[in-house]
Nanobody
């Protein structure tokens, strides 16, 4: 079983920045992709950013609403993914969840979610 532990959420003023971290632990043979999703009250969970294992730097994808403001990166050695969030807006307020997909114990595919970390953008 692969566990994901997130950190870095909190309260920030509009225009401010936060950096989220997500570390994967357990029996991991390989990670195919890690990403961040968010869910605001009354809304469906949506993909914010994802980074795959394709290429030396990974292939990234972003929701249109965060392009140019958020940057996803990874530390392969630490099985950790980061989300640098700049120029935050009130509409970025949500619980942010980390997701990872890969191959784990017994060479079986896994898909895991973190417990979520809240981000509140408010003055």
């Amino acid at each position: 079983q692969v566990q994901l532990v997130e950190s870095g959420g909190g309260l920030v003023q509009p225009g401010g920045s936060l950096r989220l971290s997500c570390a994967a632990s357990g029996t991991i043979f390989s990670i195919n992709a890690m990403g961040w999703y968010r869910q605001a009250p009354g809304k469906q969970r949506e993909l914010v950013a994802q980074i795959s294992s394709i290429g030396s730097d990974g292939r990234t994808a972003y929701a249109d609403s965060v392009k140019g403001r958020f940057t996803i990166s990874r530390d392969i050695a630490k099985n950790t993914v980061y989300l640098q969030m700049n120029s935050l807006k009130p509409e970025d307020t949500a619980v942010y969840y980390c997701n990872a997909r890969g191959v784990g114990a017994g060479r079986r595919d896994f898909g895991s979610w973190g417990q979520g970390t809240p981000v509140t953008v408010s003055s």
